[in-house]
């Protein structure tokens, strides 16, 4: 199983050393001006760019997923497995498809605008696609379930004794919530915005479906590397780069949980 992960990443290690050749082809010498020309602005704008817009799904996704899975937590064990059921829903139909049904949605002929329209509230369609939002509202809706179901797990798990102690001693829902509730499903929160932070960092369908030529992000780049400009050893110098900039990210986050964490135990 190990030859499964750690191989193709290898294989990416090697090439982003390479050459490219006139016609596509890879050429075996070894350089680093694919990593220099990482530096280029232009690739410094996506780079951040991209960050921005993981980080707001990212946060949106814990806005949307924790009330949603908490509201799934305090339902009847027969009816959470309907909801857990329509959560995972959306995993059963091909990505494409599901990107290209919010297109027929947000379009400017599209269901939003046209029942707008008709109720006379608006007299031109709004721009409600190929842009930031459409991009943004795109990422939280696909990954959601990944925020969702770690939170719902850390919500099942958490001890209840423990918030019914505090009603007795007369914390209100909402002290309840933050002092025990939060606390005790920190580790769900933390899976959760791991799995769709890494997801969405990456992800291309999305901002090419939804985002049109308004929206490059860096894994826009890394497929057009690949598959358009044939340049398959920049195409994986980038993909290294963005994996070890993932790989720092995440844990610099989880060292500010961890200190977080201490922080709270002293007080």
């Given at each position: 199983?190990?030859?499964?992960?750690?191989?193709?990443?290898?294989?990416?290690?090697?090439?982003?050393?390479?050459?490219?050749?006139?016609?596509?082809?890879?050429?075996?010498?070894?350089?680093?001006?694919?990593?220099?020309?990482?530096?280029?602005?232009?690739?410094?704008?996506?780079?951040?760019?991209?960050?921005?817009?993981?980080?707001?799904?990212?946060?949106?996704?814990?806005?949307?997923?924790?009330?949603?899975?908490?509201?799934?937590?305090?339902?009847?064990?027969?009816?959470?497995?309907?909801?857990?059921?329509?959560?995972?829903?959306?995993?059963?139909?091909?990505?494409?498809?599901?990107?290209?049904?919010?297109?027929?949605?947000?379009?400017?002929?599209?269901?939003?605008?046209?029942?707008?329209?008709?109720?006379?509230?608006?007299?031109?369609?709004?721009p409600l696609l190929y842009n930031s939002g459409s991009v943004l509202l795109g990422m939280?809706?696909?990954?959601?379930?990944?925020?969702?179901?770690?939170?719902?797990?850390?919500?099942?798990?958490?001890?209840?004794?423990?918030?019914?102690?505090?009603?007795?001693?007369?914390?209100?829902?909402?002290?309840?919530?933050?002092?025990?509730?939060?606390?005790?499903?920190?580790?769900?929160?933390?899976?959760?915005?791991?799995?769709?932070?890494?997801?969405?960092?990456?992800?291309?369908?999305?901002?090419?479906?939804?985002?049109?030529?308004?929206?490059?992000?860096i894994g826009n780049v890394i497929q057009n590397q690949f598959l358009s400009a044939r340049?398959?050893?920049?195409?994986?110098?980038?993909?290294?780069?963005?994996?070890?900039?993932?790989?720092?990210?995440?844990?610099?986050?989880?060292?500010?949980?961890?200190?977080?964490?201490?922080?709270?135990?002293?007080?």
């Amino acid at each position: 199983m190990g030859a499964l992960f750690v191989l193709p990443m290898l294989m990416i290690a090697i090439l982003s050393f390479l050459k490219r050749g006139t016609y596509g082809q890879v050429v075996y010498e070894f350089t680093l001006n694919n990593y220099i020309r990482i530096f280029d602005p232009l690739y410094g704008q996506i780079f951040g760019d991209t960050l921005v817009v993981a980080v707001l799904t990212t946060v949106f996704s814990i806005l949307c997923g924790y009330p949603l899975a908490y509201y799934i937590s305090r339902l009847e064990k027969s009816t959470q497995q309907i909801w857990l059921l329509l959560v995972m829903i959306p995993f059963w139909i091909n990505f494409l498809v599901r990107s290209y049904a919010w297109v027929i949605i947000l379009r400017s002929q599209g269901v939003i605008n046209t029942f707008l329209q008709s109720l006379g509230i608006i007299s031109e369609p709004l721009p409600l696609l190929y842009n930031s939002g459409s991009v943004l509202l795109g990422m939280v809706y696909t990954l959601l379930p990944f925020m969702v179901l770690p939170i719902y797990v850390s919500l099942e798990q958490m001890d209840r004794r423990k918030l019914e102690a505090a009603y007795d001693l007369g914390a209100t829902p909402w002290k309840a919530f933050w002092h025990v509730t939060l606390p005790m499903t920190k580790t769900g929160v933390v899976t959760g915005s791991i799995l769709v932070f890494v997801s969405s960092i990456g992800m291309f369908v999305v901002p090419d479906v939804m985002g049109g030529a308004k929206s490059a992000l860096i894994g826009n780049v890394i497929q057009n590397q690949f598959l358009s400009a044939r340049d398959w050893p920049f195409g994986s110098a980038l993909s290294i780069v963005l994996m070890l900039l993932s790989m720092l990210l995440i844990l610099l986050y989880f060292r500010a949980t961890k200190a977080s964490e201490t922080k709270e135990g002293s007080a």
